[in-house]
Antibody, heavy 124, light 109 residues
């Protein structure tokens, strides 16, 4: 079964840091473009960052402003999101999502065909 | 930046009835549109991509249509598990800006 499982969320003070992890299983992790999408409490979906299958190319939403870094370890089928200088506006469930695109080099979003269960980040 | 606008925000529907949800793009996105369903307390799941292609395992009562700037998600006969929030997403333009619509909540009438 194809699965994504996030971890690393929790309570952090404003200005603090947190690293989220996402373990993929049941599919060829290294082939897929991967993203993080977040959802503030009671709000809609907001794309955060994307990384190419090989990990060399990334893009992030403007609101990240250099605070967040997406990375991956294909040897361990794991996606990461390093979040620094967190603000209360970053409080959200963070979802790890698989893009349907298979690309080692391109970091661009298409459709998200597999979602993790999400991990809650609370900045307070 | 492309802006995705969904309507209505809330749609009351009786079980067994049909529902039509709309999504409008501020400029043409061809057919580069996906629909997602998010049930309460769950992660979203992909329903439709390419504006009209059902994702794997999605029942035939879900259908998508449209191209350019106007798109529709139709649910032919609502089952209890279909009461949820539905989001559209464009993947035509890069960087994507705000790629998701604000969502439409389909609730029991």
């Amino acid at each position: 079964e194809e699965q994504l499982s996030e971890s690393g969320g929790g309570l952090v003070q404003p200005g603090g840091s947190l690293r989220l992890s996402c373990a993929g299983s049941g599919f060829t992790f290294r082939s897929h473009v991967m993203s993080w999408v977040r959802q503030a409490p009671g709000k809609g979906l907001e794309w955060v960052s994307v990384i190419s299958g090989g990990g060399a190319n990334t893009h992030s939403a403007d609101f990240v402003k250099g605070r967040f870094t997406i990375s991956r370890d294909n040897s361990n089928n794991t996606l990461y999101l390093q979040m620094n200088r967190l603000g209360v506006e970053d409080t959200a469930i963070y979802y790890c999502v698989r893009d349907s695109a298979i690309s080692l080099m391109t970091a661009a979003v298409t459709r998200f065909d597999l979602w993790g269960q999400g991990t809650l980040v609370t900045v307070s | 930046e492309i802006v995705m606008t969904q309507s209505p925000d809330t749609l009351p529907v009786s079980p067994g009835e049909g529902a039509t949800l709309s999504c409008r793009a501020s400029q043409s996105i061809s057919n580069n549109l996906a629909w997602y369903q998010q049930r309460p307390g769950q992660a979203p799941r992909l329903l439709i991509y390419g504006a009209s292609t059902r994702a794997t395992g999605i029942p035939a009562r879900f259908s998508g249509s449209g191209s350019g700037t106007e798109f529709t998600l139709t649910i032919s006969s609502l089952q209890s598990e279909d009461f949820a929030v539905y989001y559209c997403q464009q993947y035509y333009k890069w960087p994507p800006g705000r790629m998701f619509g604000q969502g439409t909540k389909v609730e029991i009438k």
